[in-house]
């Protein structure tokens, strides 16, 4: 049984490569002059006389010189300088030389064809595995090695798919946890299918609901989204009876049984009545005098012109601007 694993190094190509290949772990001698870890040349002197440290298109005793050298050629020195990878066997499983094997025939099947990889083999745990250095930059074209969502896919295949050659146990894929927003939008899905009964009825009933769907003739597969944002979910994931074939169902199901206006019988469109506001005449039935005193002593807007008009005439005394204390502001 192997476990896999794999991930980018941007900071040093040289740390990534002692790492790997750091004679303490891989009990062999192969990199003792270059490829140390932790600068420490005590761990490099080992009288172990076999080697399970392999350079593939590059010199196991040269790996950062070989790979450098790729990067220096293309231009290519900065951002992801290498990928890290490993392959770790169940306790007691393989033997060294079986690991790093296996090890050595998974870099080649999986990035051989077109990067320097330097493979070794660590016995420092009780299990057994294989650690992968990848130069980001082919040496075949100088292209940057493609940082894909499958490409951990890839490896993980390849890698079981050799565990099963030599007769060796495979992880199986545990399923993955659904994510919770699945559930909301089968529930928000079997609402509108009950509540419309054309193709149109539908887009818009779950719009109301908070989704977006997406049925481009030009697109594969029929989305739904959440309207404040997220990625769009193709239907199939949802399941079979919510793909777009058994919606289409659903909404014929309806349209035979209750016609085309099945969303407006449920849910009827508000009848808004607008308000009439008819000006009301204050002055009838008033005489003149008393027209007079509201006009100019009461709250009208007549009265409230007519003191405005003394005010900037000044028969009203305006107001003293306030009073501000500097210094007590400036010492706040």
Not at 5 to 32: C, F, G, H, M
Not at 165 to 188: H, I, N
């Amino acid at each position: 049984m192997a476990v896999t694993k794999i991930w980018t190094i941007k900071d040093s190509l040289q740390r990534v490569l002692d790492y790997a290949a750091n004679p303490d772990k891989t009990e062999y001698d192969a990199l003792a002059q270059t490829l140390h870890y932790a600068e420490n040349d005590a761990k490099t002197k080992l009288n172990e006389s076999a080697q399970l440290v392999t350079g593939i298109h590059c010199r196991a005793d040269h790996a950062w010189e070989d790979m450098w050298a790729v990067q220096e050629r293309f231009g290519k020195t900065d951002g992801v300088v290498a990928l890290h990878a490993y392959q770790s066997f169940r306790e007691g499983e393989v033997t060294p030389e079986q690991c790093h094997e296996i090890g050595v025939a998974l870099a080649r099947k999986v990035w051989g064809r077109r990067f320097q990889v330097l493979v070794a083999t660590h016995m420092n745990t009780d299990n057994l595995h294989n650690h992968f250095v990848i130069n980001s930059v082919s040496y075949v074209d100088g292209k940057k090695y493609e940082q894909r969502r499958s490409q951990y896919a890839e490896f993980r295949e390849t890698s079981d798919k050799l565990c099963r050659e030599y007769g060796l146990s495979v992880v199986e894929q545990p399923k993955t946890k659904e994510p919770a927003r699945y559930a909301r939008m089968r529930e928000a899905i079997d609402q509108v299918c009950e509540d419309a009964s054309t193709a149109e009825d539908f887009h818009r009933a779950l719009y109301r609901q908070g989704y977006i769907f997406g049925s481009d003739p030009n697109r594969r597969y029929a989305t739904i989204r959440a309207r404040d944002g997220g990625r769009a979910v193709r239907l199939y994931r949802l399941g079979e009876e919510y793909d777009l074939p058994a919606i289409d169902d659903r909404l014929r199901g309806n349209y035979l049984l209750y016609g085309p206006r099945l969303y407006e019988r449920k849910h009827p469109p508000r009848q808004y009545t607008p308000k009439r506001y008819r000006p009301k005449n204050h002055y009838t039935g008033k005489g003149i005098l008393q027209i007079f005193f509201e006009v100019f002593f009461g709250e009208s807007q007549m009265h409230r012109l007519y003191l405005y008009y003394c005010y900037q005439l000044g028969i009203l005394p305006k107001k003293q601007p306030p009073r501000i204390n500097r210094p007590e502001l400036e010492r706040i």
